[in-house]
T-cell receptor, first 112, second 112 residues
Framework: KQEVTQIPAALSVPEGENLVLNCSFT??????LQWFRQDPGKGLTSLLL?????REQTSGRLNASLDKSSGRSTLYIAASQPGDSATYLC???????????FGKGTTLSVSS | ETGVTQSPTHLIKTRGQQVTLRCSSQ?????VSWYQQALGQGPQFIFQ???????GRGNFPPRFSGLQFPNYSSELNVNALELDDSALYLC???????????FGPGTRLTVL
């Protein structure tokens, strides 16, 4: 059974810092991996999708990496801003491509 | 291009009642997935519909059922509501099975 873990559960940084959020998964047989952002009480916003054959994806100040052999993914945020404050969720797509298995998220707070 | 929409936004029901939640997928997307998110947790996969057929199901009892219509919109029905069914219900659509999932804003269900 696939399990996804995110560390740390919460993170507070000053504006301008670069930071890394970690995600690990127990079953390397994933279809792809997706990172999301969730603001309080809201739906999920897709940030990046990494196909299982890819090693990384970049979008603006965000860079996500994937290492299937070690069961790890990282989300790198450059030059953090207060508007980046949110919960970040990592989700592994099961091998059939039907279900996303989510971690509990990392809640990020960026202070100005 | 319209994103994923869900209705209603909020809903209050009492234990034992039945509820229907609705989702309109993003234009051109033929796959819809439903998730339940309890407070402080990551979303849990309920089921997925592809071209009007159930295409995968998570660990939820049969009182959770769904439909997908020819226009690819979808409904989630929950019978015999229990207090633990109180959660944010999220709908996601994708261009095809296994592709990037885009989420709606969710329906907040409270069961009293």
């Amino acid at each position: 059974k696939q399990e996804v873990t995110q560390i740390p559960a919460a993170l507070s940084v000053p504006e301008g810092e670069n930071l890394v959020l970690n995600c690990s998964f127990t079953d390397s047989a994933i279809y792809n991996l997706q990172w999301f952002r969730q603001d309080p009480g809201k739906g999920l916003t897709s940030l990046l999708l990494i196909q299982s054959s890819q090693r990384e994806q970049t979008s603006g100040r965000l860079n996500a990496s994937l290492d299937k052999s070690s069961g790890r993914s990282t989300l790198y945020i450059a030059a953090s801003q207060p508007g980046d404050s949110a919960t970040y969720l990592c989700a592994a797509h099961n091998q059939a491509g039907t279900a996303l298995i989510f971690g509990k998220g990392t809640t990020l707070s960026v202070s100005s | 291009e319209t994103g994923v929409t869900q209705s209603p936004t909020h809903l209050i029901k009492t234990r034992g009642q039945q509820v229907t939640l609705r989702c309109s997928s993003q234009s051109g997307h033929n796959t819809v997935s439903w998730y339940q998110q309890a407070l402080g947790q990551g979303p849990q996969f309920i089921f997925q519909y592809y071209r009007e057929e159930e295409n995968g199901r998570g660990n939820f009892p049969p009182r959770f059922s769904g439909l997908q219509f020819p226009n690819y919109s979808s409904e989630l029905n929950v019978n015999a509501l229990e207090l633990d069914d109180s959660a944010l219900y999220l709908c996601a659509s994708s261009l095809y099975v296994g592709n990037e999932q885009f989420f709606g804003p969710g329906t907040r269900l409270t069961v009293l």
